[in-house]
């Protein structure tokens, strides 16, 4: 069964350093997203991607965040300057059409120190 | 703004037996969609069950089932004969169905479920 692939599966990296998320959707999916989890805290959208573009994004996702697709079939998340308060779980997510249910991928652990 | 709460951080069941977990959700919309996934340790979130709020009928997917009190804004796991492997992280989640929208989930903070054997 077609999964949706995360790597790194862990990423450590200093406070101030530049960090890029993978994730390869399941192939015939058109909606992505990222999601986070800091340790013990819920699960909370980030931004949502279609047709190439953000079609949605929380107060989270503010300008030290970007998305891509850079070619097709990778789907990224990139953390420009990162934080501290950016140690978090995560999840890379993908839909195939309006009434489907999202396929989650197994999660990057980011740990900045 | 939509709210998803579970109030069960821990749960524990005896292998064989029934377990239920807790879901409540707050939202001003009719339409909607409410899912269960399970997450193992170090493992992706798997869908367990889904339920579409205009349905009456409660969802059923083997062993599990859930009870949704739409009123109430209620819904509910339930596991029967229970398993080893049903050991995991159980998140609610809500998502709108407008015609519009990202269907982005709104997620519970989890319940943790411990079988015992």
């Known amino acids: 069964e077609p999964e949706v692939t995360q790597t790194p599966s862990h990423q450590v990296t200093q406070m101030g350093q530049e960090v890029i998320l993978r994730c390869v959707p399941i192939?015939?999916?058109?909606?992505f997203y990222w999601y986070r989890q800091i340790l013990g805290q819920k699960v909370e959208f980030l931004v949502s991607f279609y047709n190439n573009e953000i079609s949605e994004k929380s107060e989270i996702f503010d300008d030290q965040f970007s998305v891509e697709r850079p070619d097709g079939s990778n789907f990224t998340l990139k953390i420009r300057s990162t934080k501290l308060e950016d140690s978090a779980m995560y999840f890379c997510?993908?839909?195939?059409?309006?009434?489907?249910?999202?396929?989650f991928g197994p999660g990057t652990r980011l740990t900045v120190t | 703004a939509q709210t998803v709460t579970q109030s069960q951080p821990e749960m524990s069941v005896q292998e064989a037996e029934t377990v239920t977990l807790s879901c409540t959700y707050d939202?001003?919309?009719?339409?909607?969609?409410l899912f269960w996934y399970k997450q193992p340790p170090s493992r992706q979130m798997i869908l367990v069950i889904r339920?579409?709020?205009?349905?009456?009928q409660n969802a059923t997917e083997n062993r599990f089932s859930v009870n949704f009190q739409k009123a109430a804004k209620s819904f509910s796991l339930k596991i029967s004969d229970s398993q080893l492997g049903d050991a995991a992280m159980y998140f609610c989640?809500?998502?709108?169905?407008?015609?519009?929208?990202?269907?982005?989930?709104?997620f519970g903070t989890g319940t943790r479920l411990k079988v015992l054997a």
């Open positions: 989640a809500y998502r709108s169905a407008g015609a519009s929208g990202t269907y982005k989930y709104i």
């Open positions: 192939s015939n999916h058109l909606y």
């Open positions: 997510a993908s839909r195939e059409g309006q009434l489907y249910e999202q396929y």
């Open positions: 939202t001003s919309e009719s339409d909607y969609y």
């Open positions: 339920q579409e709020a205009y349905k009456q």
